[in-house]
């Protein structure tokens, strides 16, 4: 990265690439089976080099981390701007493999930190609680974040957001249908799941411990983050490779960490439903959602019933795959980018 930030983050990827021993050879694409070396080799010195940290401050006074990537290539071949909205827990960490991927595309990119989380500013003394007030908090973040980009980089302007951010980018196009030309939605939170409550007493309880002041307090059996929690008992992945090395980043920066959620938090997550069914339809601009077959973490009801009200959705489904598509194994993480390639073109 050209600059530091106030948080120090360009020490992140100095640690991570002092910490390699071996280097990979250069390689098109990264591969599980030398995933950790490719990634040091090639993902984090092309990071160090080109990713742009800046920030904006909220009406509130919270300061907003995010990034950018200026497209390097032709600029008879540039396309546009590709906004990224990261989902509950992620920072830009979490997209530098698909930024990565996507550096020849022909787009400035730009990601953003949203409120509570990543290296934006934390709502809370526990910075490992995910803490939000209010949904709507996000969504004004989220215009402003729209329109810092615009002070920065020229049209046309793209969307692709995961879980969380969907639902945020989407309550975002009430105020703003026509701002982005197309819109990729991977696992979008429309619903989110309350296993092991139905949703009406996961509701009632979220709603009743707030009541009782716990706001600030994690949902029942939620906690910090956890870096010991086994692999294979985790639902956003199947990549080992990738998930081990999201840890690691995790354990270089752990400030950054962002565990369960708030009573606050989950109270208006679960009222995100009844907030879509306001808009509908949002956009007539075309949309892809992608959709994770083997999902635990969201319904995915709740996005096919989103796309069959918009007639310019189309939804494409990613067998045996879990939530966090951007994660997950080659052979999943390779059709989402040629995925959203293709849709984008």
Not at 54 to 76: C, H, K, M
Not at 98 to 127: C, K, P, W
Request: proline share 6%; net charge neutral; hydrophobic share 35%.
């Amino acid at each position: 990265m050209k600059h530091l930030t106030k948080n120090g983050l360009s020490t992140l990827w100095m640690g991570l690439l002092l910490s390699l021993c071996l280097q990979a050879p250069l390689a098109q694409a990264l591969s599980e089976t030398q995933y950790s070396q490719q990634y040091r080799a090639q993902v984090l010195p092309w990071a160090e080099e080109n990713l742009q940290p800046l920030e904006f401050i909220t009406a509130d006074n919270l300061r907003i981390q995010w990034y950018s990537v200026r497209f390097e290539g032709d600029p008879a071949q540039r396309k546009g701007t590709l906004l990224i909205s990261p989902g509950r827990t992620e920072s830009v960490l979490n997209f530098l493999e698909v930024m990565y991927e996507l550096r020849e595309q022909g787009y400035d990119m730009a990601v953003i930190d949203h409120r509570g989380q990543g290296f934006s500013d934390r709502l809370t003394a526990n910075t490992s609680l995910g803490h939000v007030e209010a949904f709507s908090d996000y969504v004004r973040d989220w215009h402003q974040f729209q329109r810092t980009v615009q002070q920065h980089f020229s049209g046309p302007y793209y969307l692709l957001a995961h879980s969380m951010g969907a639902a945020i980018s989407v309550l975002g196009l009430k105020n703003n249908p026509d701002f982005f030309d197309k819109i990729v939605l991977s696992a979008p939170m429309f619903e989110v799941q309350t296993h092991p409550y139905p949703k009406i007493i996961a509701q009632g309880l979220a709603r009743t411990l707030v009541f009782l002041g716990f706001s600030k307090r994690y949902i029942p059996r939620e906690g910090p983050f956890d870096p010991t929690v086994p692999f294979e008992e985790n639902d956003y992945s199947r990549s080992k490779a990738r998930y081990q090395q999201n840890l690691l980043n995790h354990s270089k920066h752990p400030q950054q960490a962002i565990g369960g959620p708030s009573n606050r938090w989950a109270l208006e997550a679960l009222s995100v439903p009844r907030l879509l069914k306001k808009g509908t339809p949002w956009t007539n601009k075309p949309i892809l959602i992608l959709q994770a077959e083997k999902e635990h973490v969201v319904f995915n009801s709740a996005q096919n019933d989103f796309c069959q009200s918009h007639s310019h959705c189309q939804k494409q489904i990613f067998k045996s795959a879990r939530h966090s598509l951007h994660l997950d194994k080659d052979e999943t993480f390779q059709v989402y980018l040629k995925s959203i390639s293709d849709f984008l073109h």
